[in-house]
């Protein structure tokens, strides 16, 4: 069974910058692509980034002068580095893995506060 187990979220002011880190348990991560996701409230949840097996990435046009997304097969990890974050970063990140036979799992979310 494939676990994702985020962590780094939390409170922070506006401007400031949070690491978020998504650990998989699973040998085929590093075949995979891993993204990132938020989900606000009441608002759906939305592709933040994504990186491939190869390390090809992509990103929300919004948040592409923000956020770096990258990733250490060697540690089974993907990260999301956020700068200048801003009230309206504010929602639950999720790490998501896509792998081969369609395989495609979700982590339990971890939440990022930004206040004013």
């Known amino acids: 069974q494939v676990q994702l187990v985020e962590s780094g979220g939390g409170l922070v002011q506006a401007g400031g910058s949070l690491r978020l880190s998504c650990a998989a348990s699973t040998s085929i991560f590093s075949i995979s692509t891993m993204g990132w996701y938020r989900q606000a409230p009441g608002k759906q949840r939305e592709l933040v980034a994504a990186?491939?097996?190869?390390?090809?990435?992509s990103y929300a046009d919004s948040l592409k002068e923000r956020f770096t997304i990258s990733r250490d097969n060697a540690k089974n990890t993907v990260y999301l580095q956020m700068n200048s974050l801003k009230p309206d970063d504010t929602a639950v990140y999720y790490c998501?893995?896509?792998?081969?036979?369609?395989?495609?799992?979700w982590g339990q979310g971890t939440q990022v506060t930004v206040s004013s």
């Open positions: 990186i491939t097996s190869g390390g090809r990435t």
């Open positions: 998501n893995l896509k792998g081969i036979f369609r395989a495609d799992y």
